[in-house]
């Protein structure tokens, strides 16, 4: 039996993944949370094997979903963690992946395509969404052209509206750093200014 804990700040989300889950005769949910927080204290405790987590919660939790997930699996013998979003760009994948994230999959997902995942995640093996798959493959075919998951926050505070000064007090990081980065992700994109970096990553999908 694979025990599964629900981590999303919509119940329908919630009754809607229960639903289809409780279908498979060997899952089973043990727990829900509806922070990011109540879930990384719930996968802390003893009979959960799999977390479906969601990467956006509301402004009740202060913790995202690749925050929550990194400290889930900071733990030893942690349960394994499945994202399962409507987020798929680079800003979203690359920062849960690198928390340690066993899979990621798209609320889209077919039901056979999500029961596939669990067990997958649960035996330690990975499942990807095929457009997060594909991008990760043209990122190691092209590691030189990949922006890096720090050069894609930038680009995304960028997108944001933020100015250089804010991003630099928003990451902690000095402007010429800001500006290192920003010269970087130009180079890659094959651009020169902020809007067409933002036009040509959106048009990518490597930032929402």
Same mark, same amino acid.
Do not use: W
């Given at each position: 039996?694979?025990?599964?804990?629900?981590?999303?700040?919509?119940?329908?989300?919630?009754a809607?993944?229960?639903?289809?889950?409780?279908?498979?005769?060997?899952?089973?949910?043990?727990?829900?949370?509806?922070?990011?927080?109540?879930?990384?204290?719930?996968?802390?405790?003893?009979?959960?094997?799999?977390?479906?987590?969601?990467?956006?919660?509301?402004?009740?939790?202060?913790?995202?979903?690749?925050?929550?997930?990194?400290?889930?699996?900071?733990?030893a013998?942690a349960?394994?963690?499945?994202?399962?979003?409507?987020?798929?760009?680079?800003?979203?994948?690359?920062?849960?992946?690198?928390?340690? #994230? /066993?899979?990621y999959?798209?609320?889209d997902?077919?039901?056979?395509? &999500? %029961?596939?995942?669990? =067990?997958? +995640? $649960?035996?330690?093996?990975?499942?990807?969404?095929?457009?997060v798959?594909?991008?990760?493959?043209?990122?190691?075919?092209?590691?030189?052209?990949?922006?890096?998951?720090?050069?894609?926050?930038?680009?995304?505070?960028?997108?944001?509206?933020?100015?250089?000064?804010?991003?630099?007090?928003?990451?902690?990081?000095?402007? #010429? /750093?800001?500006?290192s980065?920003l010269v970087?992700?130009?180079?890659? &994109? %094959?651009?020169?200014? =902020?809007? +067409? $970096?933002?036009?040509?990553?959106?048009?990518?999908?490597?930032?929402?």
């Amino acid at each position: 039996m694979i025990r599964l804990l629900i981590a999303d700040d919509h119940p329908v989300v919630r009754a809607g993944l229960r639903a289809v889950l409780e279908c498979e005769p060997d899952f089973a949910i043990v727990a829900e949370a509806a922070t990011a927080e109540r879930a990384v204290e719930l996968a802390a405790e003893p009979g959960v094997d799999v977390v479906l987590m969601d990467l956006q919660f509301g402004p009740g939790s202060a913790m995202n979903g690749a925050q929550a997930t990194a400290a889930i699996t900071a733990r030893a013998g942690a349960p394994r963690v499945l994202v399962v979003t409507t987020y798929d760009t680079d800003a979203d994948t690359l920062p849960a992946l690198e928390a340690g #994230a /066993t899979g990621y999959l798209l609320k889209d997902a077919p039901p056979e395509e &999500l %029961a596939q995942a669990v =067990r997958a +995640a $649960a035996a330690g093996r990975s499942a990807l969404a095929p457009s997060v798959a594909d991008r990760l493959l043209e990122r190691m075919r092209a590691p030189a052209a990949a922006l890096s998951a720090r050069e894609t926050e930038v680009l995304g505070l960028v997108a944001d509206g933020l100015t250089n000064q804010q991003i630099s007090q928003r990451l902690h990081l000095s402007q #010429a /750093t800001v500006k290192s980065h920003l010269v970087h992700i130009y180079t890659k &994109l %094959a651009v020169d200014s =902020r809007t +067409a $970096a933002v036009r040509e990553a959106r048009g990518r999908g490597l930032i929402r």
